[in-house]
């Protein structure tokens, strides 16, 4: 929350991004759209967006996003599921190797 606080501009257009590129996950959850094919992929959905009615006044926000700002996000865009899946278990493991360090340290 105290992050938003400090720029909601900048909130508000990653917000919109999201919701831009969610249905990259939505349409293709298994495999995704295919690795490092976002920056491609997003001027697409971003057109349908803007095609929408109720976001047509958003238009104005339009750019060329090379990545999602988020790389949870953009490996379950990029590869579904499964490669999301994996992406976050490397950090799950990784995370409870140090603890496992941390314990056999004290």
Known sequence: Y???????E??????????????????????GIGYDRFSVEYLNYQADFFDDQENNHLAHKATNLVQSHNEYLQAFF????????????????????IIKYMKTEQ
């Open 78 to 97: 990029e590869t579904g599921l499964i490669g999301g899946l994996l992406f976050l278990s490397i950090w799950i493991l990784a995370i409870l190797q």
């Open 2 to 8: 105290f992050f938003c606080q400090l720029n909601m």
């Open 10 to 31: 900048s909130t508000r257009g990653r917000i919109m991004e999201w919701r831009i590129s969610s249905p990259m996950f939505t349409e293709n959850p298994v495999t």
